[in-house]
């Protein structure tokens, strides 16, 4: 019997973030796009207050507080938990309190034991889960891809407009796989490969689409790691990127607070499963990455792009075919400092930042930690060592991390976003350098006239005990 | 939202890629709660150098910017486009824009128009020989026109009808406010909340 072009339609095999598209379309066709439901929004003190604004002069209310959140995060301090100096931070975080307040939004604030990260924050209560729909007010949120969602960043106007409707008009994007395939040598981890990912695609490789990491080296990661990768979808310009959830998925989530339980966790997990690519299903582009090629990699410019393996050396602008890319090049060395030529393991830092959203999450600790234990922080390196979330502070102290960091001469601090961009005052100085676990090397990222390395945590604490860029295999 | 249909100014020639968000409007900016007043913060850092172009007399007018490829990358920050706004441009010409950037842009009155990489070359030289040529922006007809050279541009038919009319995206969306209602009510019971606080 043939069938109708709709009935083609609906069985043809579906990407994974097709089909978490598919069911959360509420209207499509017609020449508007599609109109896709929000099933969680994370509010921060940073890019909500107009959106909150823009409800007030409307008349209008949030309209599901049950799938919002928010927390505090970019401007808070990292040496206290009482006192924001800055009055403009301090007066942010007071609107984003005196919001949550008056539109009935549950708030995590400085100070209280859920506070954090925001990206952190999701996953950690159990509210991140397979085939959801997550955005928020910031570009990072492609983290929460990790579960198998899609997950994305929003401007300010659509912070409003999710408020307002619970929804987001969306045009429907492009799909992209990156297939790593093999497993991951020793010592390299999630963070090298992403670095590498971007290094390959450039800073716009993405665009308009949503990427699905996938392949053995992807499979073996751990949720902790899966979030690495996904964290750094936007830094190669893509929309979202997600990875199938499996059985580490499945058991990350159980337990937490807001995780399904009885029979509608056996309910999730049936509808959970189904949450993979189908075999056959088509995606507009693949790169394929074999593991067993990757080293230890870090960046050396201005843009997450200009990466290089830790074994290489600075590369000169003329090693750049594409014009664009070659001055791109210049001015970033003329930024960074650097010398073409330089091998990358000799190049000095001042401070060393261990924390963000990227890399910020108790195994993020635990790996540097064990490279650090017994060992001390090099003579004139600022270490600086950030927990993402209040949550994650507990665990490490319970697990012993902070007396290895104390010991080794680290700076240990309370949770936030930090050095990651510099809204507090963790900031680098003018022409100081850092090894960062961070994901922007933008200029001026951490604090004005701020050089940045990107790096994994296990190089950022080689780093802090050598005063070079190294890895653990180094010391 | 304001509408835009078509803007005739002059063009600052902006020689460089991969401008990210983070140098459109550093983060230290981002601590006002209010929708304006971010002019100061627009490319802060290089406009402390005097040879910064928008130092220069000539470009202080412009209301169109052009520039290289990737422009707005990076974080989310609305704040950018504001800044670029209360600054006084209306246009933005560049081969191709961040995302998220682009997004905010057309919801808030800014024209960003992709333009390929030969016709940014020459709008800057055009620019760099002669800062008072006038260049229009026309959404109407989805050209660049400066001098005897007219580019065409693709743009999305929703998009430009929603700028054109100066429409706000909420209240659209409200119109369907039935089919939201729908979908709500056919939602797994299982799906988390964040309230009540279950921790």
């Known amino acids: 019997m043939s069938r109708t072009p709709q009935e083609a339609e609906e069985t043809r095999p579906r990407t994974l973030a097709e089909k978490v598209w598919d069911a959360h379309v509420v209207r499509t066709g017609g020449q508007q796009p599609d109109l896709l439901y929000i099933d969680l929004h994370l509010l921060h003190e940073v890019t909500s207050p107009q959106a909150f604004d823009g409800l007030r002069q409307a008349g209008r209310k949030v309209r599901r507080t049950d799938l919002t959140i928010a927390t505090e995060d970019h401007n808070t301090p990292t040496d206290n938990l009482f006192t924001i100096a800055d009055p403009t931070s301090r007066k942010q975080i007071e609107t984003l309190r005196a919001n949550c307040e008056e539109f009935g939004v549950r708030i995590h604030s400085l100070g209280d034991a859920e506070q954090g990260v925001v990206h952190v924050v999701g996953p950690q209560l159990g509210l991140t889960q397979p085939g959801m729909t997550v955005v928020c007010g910031d570009s990072h949120t492609s983290t929460h891809g990790a579960f198998g969602s899609i997950a994305f960043g929003i401007g300010t106007s659509e912070v409003e407009h999710v408020l307002a409707t619970q929804t987001l008009p969306q045009a429907k994007p492009k799909y992209m796989a990156v297939t790593v395939n093999g497993s991951l040598p020793e010592g390299v981890s999630a963070k090298d490969l992403i670095l590498k990912i971007i290094s390959i695609t450039g800073t716009g490789g993405g665009k308009g689409h949503i990427v699905e990491y996938r392949g053995q080296a992807i499979e073996e990661l751990s949720m902790e790691g899966r979030m690495t990768v996904c964290n750094m979808s936007i830094e190669w310009g893509a929309k979202a990127g997600l ?55 870090v960046t050396w410019g201005t843009n997450p792009g200009q990466g290089i393996e830790l074994s290489g050396a600075v590369p000169a602008p003329e090693d750049f075919e594409d014009p664009v890319e070659r001055t791109t090049a210049a001015n970033a060395l003329t930024y960074m400092g650097l010398e073409a030529g330089t091998p990358m393991r000799q190049i000095g830092v001042d401070v060393v930042f261990l924390g963000s959203c990227t890399n910020g999450r108790i195994e993020d600790l635990r790996t540097a930690a064990e490279v650090i234990k017994g060992r001390k922080v090099a003579d004139g390196v600022n270490m600086m060592v950030v927990p993402g979330s209040a949550k994650v502070r507990e665990q490490a102290i319970a697990e012993g991390l902070d007396r290895v960091f104390i010991d080794a001469g ?22 100081q350098r850092a090894a960062s676990t961070s994901n922007r090397n933008f200029e001026g990222r951490q604090g004005k006239g701020g050089r940045t390395h990107l790096v994994s945590p296990a190089v950022a604490a080689a780093t802090a005990v050598t005063g070079r860029l190294a890895s653990p295999a180094d010391l | 939202m304001d509408k835009f249909t078509t803007h005739t100014g002059t063009a600052a020639p902006l020689r460089r890629s991969n401008v990210d968000t983070d140098q459109i409007i550093p983060a230290v900016y981002l601590k006002r709660v209010t929708k304006t007043g971010f002019e100061d913060g627009l490319f802060a850092e290089w406009r402390e150098d005097e040879k910064f172009l928008l130092n220069q007399p000539e470009y202080r007018d412009a209301t169109i910017l052009v520039t290289g490829t990737e422009f707005g990358t990076g974080s989310s920050r609305e704040h950018a486009v504001w800044a670029l706004k209360d600054y006084g441009f209306k246009a933005v010409i560049a081969p191709r824009f961040g995302d998220i950037f682009r997004g905010n842009s057309l919801k808030n009155g800014l024209l960003t128009v992709e333009l390929p990489e030969a016709a940014v070359e020459e709008l800057w030289l055009l620019a760099e020989v002669r800062p008072d040529a006038e260049v229009t922006v026309d959404l109407v007809a989805c050209e660049v026109r400066a001098g005897d050279r007219t580019w065409g541009f693709e743009f999305d038919e929703f998009l430009r009808w929603r700028m054109m009319e100066g429409l706000d995206d909420v209240a659209l969306t409200l119109r369907d406010e039935d089919k939201i209602a729908a979908f709500e009510s056919n939602r797994d019971a299982w799906r988390p909340r964040t309230l009540p606080a279950a921790v």
């Open chain 1, 243 to 297: 990875i199938a959830p499996d059985q580490a998925t499945f058991d990350y989530v159980q337990g937490r607070a807001h995780a399904p339980q009885g029979e509608d966790w056996d309910a999730a997990v049936e509808y959970w499963r189904g949450l993979k690519t189908d075999e056959g299903a088509v995606f507009d582009k693949e790169i394929v990455i074999d593991a067993a090629s990757l080293s230890p990699f």
């Open chain 1, 410 to 431: 680290a700076d240990w601090r309370f949770a936030g976003c930090s050095m990651c961009l510099g809204m507090n005052p963790d900031q680098l100085t003018p022409g």
